[in-house]
């Protein structure tokens, strides 16, 4: 399970995947979270893995975004197991 210190974008409700599926498939989400700020991110689009900001909130679909991410984490980690199996 995820710990409190361990939160990431992805975990937050200002992270958005789903309407942004180009890149989604390279594992960036769009951070809502700047959209009324004055000095709004230069760059949106971030890392679902990128450690959580100040303008983290908690989504009403913890446990979906819980379950996504520890998923992920796991593949990611597979694929890295594999890629030094190889080298």
């Not at 309407?19 to 959209?35: F, I, K, T």
């Not at 990128?50 to 983290?56: D, L, M, S």
Request: glycine content about 6%; hydrophobic content about 35%.
């Amino acid at each position: 399970m995820i710990a409190e210190g361990q939160e990431v974008c992805a975990l937050c409700k200002h992270f958005k995947m789903k309407a942004y599926p180009q890149h989604a498939r390279e594992g960036l989400g769009r951070c809502m979270g700047y959209d009324k700020d004055i000095r709004p991110l230069i760059n949106p689009f971030v890392p679902w893995s990128k450690k959580k900001c100040v303008r983290y909130a908690r989504p009403t679909n913890r446990a979906e975004r819980v379950k996504w991410v520890e998923a992920r984490m796991a593949k990611q980690q597979q694929t890295e197991v594999q890629t030094e199996a190889k080298g």
